[in-house]
């Protein structure tokens, strides 16, 4: 009973939720890259289920709130301001925080991560450019506050499979 008590909060219901779907988008990437199961790497996997967990959860849940009280109202308007503003802010910070910490959780050097988020940043973000706008602008206008951080989770399963694809084969802005 105490879990299902905890998963009322908005908060622990998002941890539960990217506990699951990172991982399982990660593995997913894998899979489409044409690994079979006996070559999945599962550590690689707890990993993103680490970040998504304790990392993006808790800032995607205090960004919904930040928003939430700058911006009340709940209107087509209002989540158009919402969503490009989280593209000029949130989006850029999401970006960087995954590629410079998971290269960090794979053994990376600092020098390293940077040189990995400089080379594949500016794919991430302009793709996030085209993605998180449309999902932002619904969430905002039209699913309640307390759905808001599962409504995203939901729609960052597909992002997921997209970053760890950035993330493992190398995709950058090379010409």
Same mark, same amino acid.
């Given at each position: 009973m105490l879990f299902f008590k905890v +998963?009322?909060?908005? &908060?622990?219901r998002g941890m539960v939720t990217?506990?699951? &779907?990172? *991982?399982?988008? !990660?593995? @997913?990437?894998?899979s489409l890259d044409g690994r079979s199961y006996d070559a999945l790497d599962f550590v690689q996997? +707890?990993?993103?289920?680490?970040?998504? $967990?304790?990392?993006v959860a808790p800032t995607i849940y205090g960004w919904v709130k930040i928003t939430s009280i700058m911006w009340p109202k709940i209107n087509l308007r209002t989540a158009m301001i919402k969503a490009i503003i989280e593209?000029? /802010?949130?989006? *850029?910070?999401?970006?960087?925080?995954f590629l410079?910490?998971?290269?960090? /959780? %794979?053994?990376? $050097?600092? @020098? %390293?991560a940077v040189k990995e988020v400089k080379l594949k940043f500016p794919t991430t973000y302009t793709v996030?450019?085209?993605f998180w706008p449309f999902?932002? /602008?619904? !969430?905002?206008?039209c699913i309640p506050e307390r759905n808001r951080v599962l409504f995203v989770a939901t729609c960052s399963f597909v992002w997921t499979v997209f970053l760890a694809s950035i993330k !493992? !084969?190398?995709?950058?802005n090379q010409n």
């Open positions: +998963l009322k909060h908005p &908060l622990a990217y506990s699951v &779907l990172w *991982p399982t988008a !990660n593995l @997913v990437q894998q996997s +707890l990993r993103y289920g680490l970040y998504g $967990t304790f990392y593209q000029a /802010t949130y989006g *850029p910070f999401a970006g960087i925080s410079y910490i998971m290269s960090l /959780t %794979e053994g990376k $050097t600092a @020098v %390293e996030g450019l085209a999902i932002q /602008t619904i !969430n905002f206008a !493992n !084969n190398c995709i950058s």
